[in-house]
């Protein structure tokens, strides 16, 4: 079962790109499932499961990637044998952390007779917030950045050329090997894309000692 998580800060717009992306996948005839982590409050609209025939599950209480691992993974494995799905679309709330969330999701291959393959990891990148991003929560935002695979600058029908060239020398200098691609999830451009990449392509299974590595290049070496 392939998971695809679709990680950013708060108020990135993942809800947003995710109801798109899935609307989409759906179109090209996979079967999908979503979770949604939202660390309170209820998010997901039931009529909008009920309307686009998918499977739909919220965890609620903590972040999925490290408090509620054993949650997350129970799910997963619920819907693998429920439902089978190609692919399970996650939102992780906007604290998680996209290499966290991988090492919870392989976790559901002890829960039930299943393989977990991960999509590469989407970022979503505020253009409209980037410069309040690199002050206020920067090291969160870092880390979301580090472990992407491809990076989305998201709302770019509102920011401005400034904002967008900024966001991509901020997410150059941390991961040049990731991909930038632009985004606005509000008016769907790039949502064709953001498809594309989570159905055609893979990325690898959660690597312990490759994170202590990027731990130790980040925070120094004691
Ligand atoms: N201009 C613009 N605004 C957007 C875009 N995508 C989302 N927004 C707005 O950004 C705000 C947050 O969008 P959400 O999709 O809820 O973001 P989120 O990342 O799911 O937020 P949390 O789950 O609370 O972390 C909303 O007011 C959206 O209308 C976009 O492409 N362009
Ligand atoms: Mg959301």
Known sequence: MK??????????GKTTAV???????IR???KLAIVVNDVGEISVDSKY????GLEAREISGGCICCQIAGTFAETLAMIHDSFDPDIVIVEPSGVAIPWGL????EYSEEKTNMIIEHAPVITLVDALRIEMMMKAVRRLVETQIREADVCFINKVDTASAENIETAKKFINSINPGAEI?????ENGDGI???CDVIAGRVSGRYDESLEKEMLKQQYGRN
């Not at 998971?3 to 990135?12: D, H, K, R």
């Not at 109801?19 to 996948?25: A, H, Q, R």
């Not at 991988?102 to 999701?105: F, I, P, S, V």
């Not at 691609?181 to 999830?185: D, G, I, T, V, Y």
Request: avoid cysteine; aromatic fraction near 8%.
């Open 3 to 12: 998971v695809s998580q679709i990680a950013g800060f708060l108020g990135s």
């Open 102 to 105: 991988k090492r919870a999701a």
């Open 181 to 185: 691609a632009m985004m606005s999830s």
């Open 192 to 194: 064709d894309y953001a």
């Open 19 to 25: 109801m798109k992306i899935v609307d989409e996948l």
């Open 28 to 30: 090209r005839g996979y």
């Open 49 to 52: 499961i009920e309307g686009h």
